[in-house]
T-cell receptor, first 116, second 108 residues
Framework: DTEVTQTPKHLVMGMTNKKSLKCEQHMGHRAMYWYKQKAKKPPELMFVYSYEKLSINESVPSRFSPECPNSSLLNLHLHALQPEDSALYLC???????????????FGQGTRLTVV | GEDVEQSLFLSVREGDSSVINCTYTDSSSTYLYWYKQEPGAGLQLLTYIFSNMDMKQDQRLTVLLNKKDKHLSLRIADTQTGDSAIYFCAERGYIPTFGRGTSLIVHP
């Protein structure tokens, strides 16, 4: 099983709403990632969790709040988003985040988020 | 910092070969990857190559690596309309770093 599952697939939310994106993997991977991807652009890293601890936050605004309840789950809590936050949000996982290892990252299908 | 460059577009005729090129700057990258993204979908890992290899072949896909020039290419033989997608090369340093992506358009 090399699957990373993201829910929901699509989400429309107002600027005052609170919502959460969910990501799940059962490959025993210890590193999990959130990326944001705008149309026709490469994915941009937002957060990295390693062994359930936040290891990288790429200066992401606090209206995005990640959470890693256990080694298989990664959430992204959203609050007071702006229309420019509309994008495809991708979750990925890998065996580890160490450089030099064959830790290819497997991606989910993403959540298409629209903020109105 | 790391930087990965790709040409933005490639248009080929069905049945021809496609070659997508990528250059990277981080010489410490041990593995380099190619991902495919179809419209509205996530990223699908296509193949990878270890940095001590020059070439890797996997069915219709051939990856060539010139480590001296930090140049990576993906050749797709007998390109099909289903191969139309955006192709990202990525280097695996501390975190995956992606190129801008090459849009492959396959004409019947």
């Amino acid at each position: 099983d090399t699957e990373v599952t993201q829910t929901p697939k699509h989400l429309v939310m107002g600027m005052t709403n609170k919502k959460s994106l969910k990501c799940e993997q059962h490959m025993g991977h210890r590193a999990m990632y959130w990326y944001k991807q705008k149309a026709k652009k490469p994915p941009e890293l937002m957060f990295v969790y390693s062994y359930e601890k936040l290891s990288i936050n790429e200066s992401v605004p606090s209206r995005f709040s990640p959470e890693c309840p256990n080694s298989s789950l990664l959430n992204l809590h959203l609050h007071a988003l702006q229309p420019e936050d509309s994008a495809l949000y991708l979750c990925a996982s890998s065996q580890g985040e160490a450089s030099g290892s064959k830790s290819e990252a497997f991606f989910g299908q993403g959540t298409r988020l629209t903020v109105v | 910092g790391e930087d990965v460059e790709q040409s933005l577009f490639l248009s080929v005729r069905e049945g021809d070969s496609s070659v997508i090129n990528c250059t990277y700057t981080d010489s410490s990258s041990t593995y380099l990857y190619w991902y495919k993204q179809e419209p509205g979908a996530g990223l699908q890992l296509l193949t990878y190559i270890f940095s001590n290899m020059d070439m890797k072949q996997d069915q219709r896909l051939t990856v060539l690596l010139n480590k001296k020039d930090k140049h990576l290419s993906l050749r797709i033989a007998d390109t099909q309309t289903g191969d139309s997608a955006i192709y990202f090369c990525a280097e695996r340093g501390y975190i995956p770093t992606f190129g801008r992506g090459t849009s492959l358009i396959v004409h019947p």
